[in-house]
């Protein structure tokens, strides 16, 4: 659970008890459908978002919101409507389709440009961060406790049906996953190692296209918050993200993956500037840009730095929302 969950979660549990005497509209941002509107309005609040012909970015807050921009311009377009939860993180797939993970056990699937979801998928527990694989569909989701079971990733085949989950002993949280060109699945979290209650050592782990478990990868001692962990696989690398609360720094670093060992290959500083800090901190590497989402005073903001460069040459989209921005992705316009 992030930060962000954990400070909402005495309200979601007020709204739910208060809710026991019937039943209650969705969570969801302003303007969210009510129940009983009708068809016609239902129909009307549907349609594409102005401007979805182009690249899409989404931003989730765990306030109940998520948020769409033109990309690679951070224009805002609008957002989703229709959630059930307070979301989390956010992914999409090759047909530019997104999957919102929402707390505190929801994943929706929203068509690209459209409001309203066209999927729910079965409830596995609190989800995290997802992924696609782009050749065989397949959705995975970092859970943070699942049912009776401990913390590990649900994959549902085709993004759709029954998950199968998995463990891994050598985690105590894993909650952040992404896959790699071969179909090869990682996942990153919070190590069994703990060092303080606010540090422990970053976990890795991969299972292999076909594979039936996880096999624990080696790195180099990397210490992280136990609160937010990202990864992606991006030009044959695993991107992973690095930065201590509420810093002005926020670190990537580039890993190749060999023998169930990590090499460091490379390392993007991101200056994020003296009035934004780090929080709950995601970030999605497209087209040679990086995105990453920050905390701007008590709000949220997207930073764009073309990648790997970084540096403090940056673009940006407005504020917007609250300071609890947890997931960043984009949905790829269809022609490319």
Known sequence: MTRSHAAIALSVAASLLAGCGGSQPPIGPPGAIA???????????????????????????????VYVFSYPDGRSVGSLIGLEGNP?????????????????????????????????????????ECSVDSTTG?????????????????????????????????????????????DDLFAAGVSSKMVSSKEAEL?????????????????KQILIDTVNQHIEWYGGKL??????????????????????RAQLVGETQLDLGADKVSGDTAFFIQGGRIAVTV??????????????????????????????ADGVTVSVAHHR
């Open 35 to 65: 129940q009983g509107r009708g068809v016609a309005a239902s129909i009307a609040e549907s349609k594409m978002l102005p401007e979805a012909k182009g690249d899409l970015m989404y931003v989730s807050q765990a306030s109940g919101a």
């Open 295 to 324: 905390e701007s005073g008590d709000q949220s903001q997207v930073l764009l730095w073309p990648y790997p460069k970084g540096g403090g040459d940056k673009s940006s989209t407005k504020t917007f929302g609250n300071q609890y």
């Open 239 to 260: 991107a992973i993200g690095e930065g201590t609360r509420y810093a002005t720094q926020y670190s990537i670093y580039q890993m190749t993956i060999s023998a169930r």
């Open 88 to 128: 989390d993180g956010v992914c999409s797939d090759p047909a530019g389709h997104v999957f919102v993970t929402e707390f505190p056990n929801v994943i929706q699937e929203y068509a690209r440009g459209r409001k309203l979801p066209i999927a729910t998928l079965e409830r596995p527990g609190e989800p995290e």
């Open 203 to 219: 976990a890795l782990a991969e299972l292999p296209a076909g594979g039936s478990k996880f096999i624990d990868i080696k790195l």
């Open 138 to 182: 397949d959705l995975a989701v970092g859970i943070y406790t699942y049912n009776s079971h401990s913390t590990g990733v649900a994959v549902f085949h085709h993004a759709r049906g029954h998950p199968t989950f998995y463990t891994d002993p050598s985690f105590r949280q894993m909650t952040a996953c992404s896959y790699d060109n071969n």
